[in-house]
T-cell receptor, first 112, second 114 residues
Framework: SQTIHQWPATLVQPVGSPLSLECTVE??????LYWYRQAAGRGLQLLFY??????ISSEVPQNLSASRPQDRQFILSSKKLLLSDSGFYLC???????????FGSGTRLTVV | SQKIEQNSEALNIQEGKTATLTCNYT??????LQWYRQDPGRGPVFLLL?????KEKRKERLKVTFDTTLKQSLFHITASQPADSATYLC?????????????FGRGTSLIVHP
């Protein structure tokens, strides 16, 4: 069966520090991968999606970036965090055809 | 602009009753509409998907309807239980370059009282 792993679960980082969140999927190949952010009391905001290795599409311009170095690995990064980067970050995958999206357990990021 | 609207006010119902949640959208022509459940501090969990050419879909105590003329989906939970208390999100898919890009509503909180 397919599983998605996302870590860390919580993170407290100072303003201006770098960020690296990792997401991996097991049990499938060539998944579509997504990064979302959910601010408190807000909806899910799509940040990046990827349909293949090295293919990244950005939905929202900001100081975050994403990379897909391997088929089932998706990384969210920042060189310098802002206070406004605080939120709940979720990775998700889909098989490419339409069957719903499977989310990871999320990372709660607090920038202080 | 494209918009997905879900009732921002929490829905409070008594155990055993049917909960009905609404998802309205504008400026979309979605091929698929999905419903998810999200518990506090957790990622959303996929519940049901309905296609544009389907009027209704059922799964156990869950029922989803999809009216592309009204641009509305209704999500029903029959015989509701306190364990059904959660936030429910609807999502629409935009097709882009052969891939599906999901957009989520903000969700409606359901509280089932014993």
């Amino acid at each position: 069966s397919q599983t998605i792993h996302q870590w860390p679960a919580t993170l407290v980082q100072p303003v201006g520090s770098p960020l690296s969140l990792e997401c991996t999927v097991e049990g499938t190949s060539n998944p579509n991968l997504y990064w979302y952010r959910q601010a408190a009391g807000r909806g899910l905001q799509l940040l990046f999606y990827s349909v293949g290795i090295g293919q990244i599409s950005s939905e929202v311009p900001q100081n975050l970036s994403a990379s897909r170095p391997q088929d089932r690995q998706f990384i969210l990064s920042s060189k310098k965090l802002l206070l406004s980067d605080s939120g709940f970050y979720l990775c998700a995958w889909s098989p490419g055809w339409q069957g719903g999206y499977t989310f990871g357990s999320g990372t709660r990021l607090t920038v202080v | 602009s494209q918009k997905i609207e879900q009732n921002s006010e929490a829905l409070n119902i008594q155990e055993g009753k049917t909960a009905t949640l609404t998802c309205n959208y504008t400026n979309y022509s979605p091929a698929y509409l999905q419903w998810y459940r999200q518990d506090p501090g957790r990622g959303p969990v996929f519940l049901l998907l309905i296609r544009e050419n389907e009027k209704e879909k059922r799964k156990e105590r869950l029922k989803v309807t999809f009216d592309t003329t009204l641009k509305q989906s209704l999500f029903h939970i029959t015989a509701s239980q306190p364990a059904d208390s959660a936030t429910y999100l609807c999502a629409l898919d935009n097709a882009s370059g052969g891939s599906y890009i999901p957009t989520f509503g903000r969700g409606t909180s359901l509280i089932v009282h014993p």
